[in-house]
């Protein structure tokens, strides 16, 4: 084990991730407060706006997990530095965009520049702390995602409403410009060490064991069930809520805002709780597996309220509000379990592999949502609400199964032996 880092250096560190993770967020979702705009100045159809939607995930999952496998050999610091650099190119891409294609193939750039986003973040925040000490800061990582969002929900439909659509981006790419120079001037890589079987096996753990042992499957699979919803954060909710509900541009971005202060509060506190368990000797299953997972049973649950219920508009808010709230403590907690039970050399690339397969739900939520809107006749709500219930569904049976299945410390008990030196070995051979 190296030597703990300086608390001053670490705290700066976090701060420059914590920035990184919110400009990040702007960039993905000023394309959800730009969309009715772009609807009415691209002609876009409801199939082609869920496409766009989507299409920003098509090199997102990919994109994640291979850079995600060169974040075991290359430093952090200079992968963040090179994915800025596609996000600001990607912004400025889409301000000149006068066309569907144009829109598609930007976004599919800016995907493939966010998709190894969280994973690469999280890995450089991870080797600042021990595991058992991960819990929280994970956390920051995720808020700092939802204060993103509030500040995307604050800002982005005024600048859009006063200055339009481009400019928005071209400032954007501008705030990037900034972070890249900070980053350079004061980012620095963690040192801490501490992971199971390194010693034993310096080639690491082959990735068949760590991919298909339960905790790893099932903790993946309750990740994309909530992926599923969230992704529509970057496209359809703004539009659902301006077009669908009759919603002004602040009035929606209010929304947001109240949902994701909601996520923060929820996020800190129950991490919080969480980390003081383990340190008192919890078991790392309740500790860390019962609270997201309860929280995706609850989520599913309003969200398919939401969905086939059909009540008035404040129930509809009120129960979309609980269910954003709730699937969002999934994703801090799905990053310490996967870390937890993974080798330190390998922690980068399973991260990105978890992170990549979750969010390929991205993939597939928005053009799903604009095929159901077009099956109900163009009508926005009927069809936003009808694919968000059955989204909901889907988040029901990922809470179930992984409060059932998920088990970190077992699996760590397994990888662990399963990095020893076989009794067989050596010791065999010199007797015989």
Not at 100 to 113: D, N
Not at 179 to 195: D, K, M, P
Not at 209 to 225: E, I, M
């Amino acid at each position: 084990m190296s030597t703990t880092p300086s608390s001053p250096r670490r705290a700066l560190v976090v701060a420059l991730l914590m920035a990184v993770m919110v400009i990040s967020v702007l960039d993905k979702t000023i394309f959800a407060f730009a969309g009715p705009q772009i609807i009415d100045e691209l002609h876009l159809t409801p199939e082609q706006f869920g496409f766009v939607g989507s299409a920003f995930f098509f090199l997102y999952s990919v994109s994640g997990v291979l850079v995600g496998f060169l974040a075991n050999r290359l430093p952090t610091r200079w992968i963040l530095a090179g994915m800025s650099l596609v996000w600001m190119l990607a912004q400025l891409l889409t301000a000149a965009s006068s066309s569907f294609i144009a829109l598609v193939g930007s976004r599919m750039l800016l995907g493939a520049g966010c998709g190894p986003g969280t994973a690469v973040t999280q890995h450089a925040c991870f080797k600042w702390y021990v595991p058992r000490e991960r819990v929280l800061p994970s956390a920051l990582i995720q808020v700092a995602i939802m204060l993103g969002a509030i500040a995307g929900a604050v800002a982005l439909p005024l600048v859009i409403q006063k200055m339009g659509w481009r400019t928005a981006y071209l400032m954007l790419a501008g705030v990037g410009l900034v972070w890249l120079l900070l980053w350079q001037l004061f980012g620095r890589e963690g040192t801490h060490v501490e992971a199971i079987g390194d010693a034993a096996a310096p080639g690491g753990l082959p990735y068949r064991k760590l991919l298909l042992n339960r905790t790893f499957v099932f903790t993946t699979v309750a990740g994309f069930c909530s992926y599923l919803p969230t992704a529509l954060i970057y496209s359809w909710v703004p539009v659902y809520l301006q077009r669908g509900l009759g919603m002004k541009p602040m009035e929606s971005g209010y929304v947001v805002m109240a949902a994701t202060v909601g996520v923060i509060v929820l996020n800190l506190l129950v991490s919080g709780v969480s980390q003081r368990a383990l340190k008192h000797g919890a078991s790392v299953r309740w500790a860390m597996v019962a609270p997201p997972m309860l929280a995706c049973l609850g989520s599913g649950l309003a969200l398919t309220a939401m969905g086939f219920a059909h009540q008035g508009m404040a129930m509809t808010l009120g129960l979309f509000m609980v269910g954003a709230m709730l699937m969002n403590l999934l994703p801090a907690f799905a990053n310490s379990i996967v870390a937890y039970m993974a080798p330190e050399r390998q922690r980068g690339s399973l991260l990105a592999i978890h992170i990549g397969l979750m969010t390929s739900a991205g993939m597939l939520a928005p053009h799903l949502v604009g095929h159901s809107v077009a099956r109900a006749g163009g009508d926005i709500a009927q069809g936003f609400e009808l694919a968000i219930g059955l989204f909901g569904l889907a988040l029901i049976v990922g809470g179930a199964v992984g409060w059932l299945l998920i088990d970190p410390e077992r699996t760590r008990r397994e990888l662990a032996g399963a990095s020893s030196p076989s009794p067989s070995g050596p010791a065999t051979q010199s007797q015989a």
